[in-house]
């Protein structure tokens, strides 16, 4: 059973950073890519960040560009979301997935295992 925690979350002020986590079980994960997605209240979840099954080749959404870093550890089995110069519209639920595949990908539905959540809220 594919199993996946984030942990990380917390309140932060505008301008601070916060890393989240995110560990797999389950899944042979050095073979397959990671993402980072975000839903806010009464919004629709959208796509943070993604490595491939290396970690060599990301994708970022836009609006984190410059800010956030995805980066995996295939040894202890868990990616990474750091988050730097935080503001407030980041503030969202943070998922961590995973697809079967090995490609970064930008898409939900592509991802076929999700964890729980957490929160991530940035005060003004």
């Known amino acids: 059973q594919v199993q996946l925690v984030e942990s990380g979350g917390g309140l932060v002020q505008t301008g601070g950073s916060l890393r989240l986590s995110c560990v797999v079980s389950g899944w042979t994960f050095s073979n397959y890519a990671m993402g980072w997605f975000r839903q806010a209240p009464g919004k629709e979840r959208e796509f943070v960040a993604a490595i491939d099954w290396s970690g060599t080749e990301t994708v970022y959404a836009d609006s984190v560009k410059g800010r956030f870093t995805i980066f995996r550890d295939n040894a202890k089995n868990t990616v990474f979301l750091q988050m730097n110069s935080l503001k407030p519209e980041d503030t969202a639920v943070y998922y961590c997935?995973?697809?079967?595949?090995?490609?970064?990908?930008?898409?939900?539905?592509?991802?076929?295992?999700w964890g729980q959540g957490t929160q991530v809220t940035v005060s003004s």
């Open positions: 997935a995973t697809r079967p595949g090995p490609l970064a990908e930008d898409t939900a539905g592509r991802y076929d295992y």
